[in-house]
């Protein structure tokens, strides 16, 4: 099955500054990767996604890389606020069929003001 | 998107006992979820709720310890029975709504913990 690893735990930044999470996953008929935001004493919520034909995608300071070959993406956000401060999740999942995504293990992004 | 409702939002429970958690959809929707989140971890799928029969269940999950009920396509229930200590835990229900295939929507989370 798919494996997901995702790196680092933890991550602390300075407000304004930028922050990077990686994730590597192991199966290649992956073509679905969504990016989680959970907030303290709340569920996971969809922040950004990505498909396997798109190297690319940006929504305002957040934005996701996929390198296919390499099997790897990675969750950029610029301009760090206070309220970034969040477990993030990412996650791989093939289309069609039974497309549960596997999640990696999470990153606690703490901003500091 | 979809509003999801859970609960209870926490509860302390103890040992022996059985704690059903219900998850309300303002929705109709195409898959609805159990995962189970232990403290640091990831989000592991407990299994899948199927409207009118039996759940899907992932390794490592059973039937008796997790029964899972879905008597119509908004609503389901997840029981975590005979509760121990390991089963402190953050219980989440989630679904996938037809018009956003493979995007999930997560409910708030019952924090549960069992002395």
């Known amino acids: 099955g798919e494996n997901v690893e995702q790196h680092p735990s933890t991550l602390s930044v300075q407000e304004g500054d930028s922050a990077v999470i990686k994730c590597t996953y192991s199966?290649?008929?992956?073509?679905?990767f969504p990016w989680y935001k959970q907030e303290l004493g709340k569920g996971p919520q969809l922040i950004i996604d990505i498909r396997s034909n798109v190297g690319e995608k940006k929504d305002q300071r957040i934005a996701v890389t996929l390198n296919k070959t390499a099997k790897h993406f990675s969750l950029h956000i610029t301009e760090t606020q206070p309220e970034d401060s969040a477990v993030y999740f990412c996650a791989a999942s093939p289309s069609g069929g039974s497309y549960i995504p596997t999640f990696g293990r999470g990153t606690s992004l703490i901003v500091h003001p | 998107s979809a509003v999801i409702s859970q609960k209870p939002s926490r509860d302390i429970c103890q040992r022996g006992t059985s704690l059903t958690i219900q998850c309300q959809v303002d929705s109709q929707v195409t898959m609805m979820f159990w995962y189970r989140q232990q403290p640091g971890q990831s989000l592991t799928l407990i299994a899948t709720a199927n409207q009118g029969s039996e759940a899907t269940y992932e390794s490592g999950f059973v039937i008796d310890k997790f029964p899972i009920s879905r008597p119509n396509l908004t609503f389901s229930t997840l029981t975590v029975s005979n509760m121990s200590p390991e089963d402190s835990s953050i219980y989440l229900c989630?679904?996938?709504?037809?018009?956003?295939?493979?995007?999930?929507?997560f409910g708030s989370g019952t924090q549960l913990s069992v002395l």
């Open positions: 199966d290649s008929a992956s073509n679905y």
């Open positions: 989630s679904v996938e709504v037809a018009s956003q295939a493979e995007k999930l929507f």
